[in-house]
Nanobody, 114 residues
């Protein structure tokens, strides 16, 4: 059984930065694709960024140029460096990983104050 555990959320002022981490544990997990989604209050969960095991990345237009996704394959860990944060980035951020099947983390709250 694979578990994804996120950390690094919190409260930050607009224009600030935060770094999220997500570690996968359980069995031998390769995580062909790992990444992040987010869900703001009253809205559907939306794509933020993904990174393939090769290092190829993909970003939502709304975060392009401000967020950077990276991974450490040896640690089965994915990161999301968030900069120039805006109040509209406020959401619960969920880690997602695709191995033999898809897995979700429990989520970590990010709140950006104006």
């Amino acid at each position: 059984q694979v578990q994804l555990v996120e950390s690094g959320g919190g409260l930050v002022q607009a224009g600030g930065s935060l770094r999220l981490s997500c570690a996968a544990s359980g069995s031998t997990f390769s995580g062909n694709v790992m990444g992040w989604y987010r869900q703001a209050p009253g809205k559907q969960r939306e794509f933020v960024a993904t990174i393939m095991i090769s290092g190829r990345t993909n970003y939502a237009t709304s975060v392009q140029g401000r967020f950077t996704v990276s991974r450490d394959n040896a640690k089965s860990t994915v990161y999301l460096q968030m900069s120039s944060l805006k109040p509209e980035d406020t959401a619960v951020y969920y880690c997602w990983a695709l191995g033999a099947e898809g897995y979700w983390g429990q989520g970590t709250q990010v709140t950006v104050a104006s």
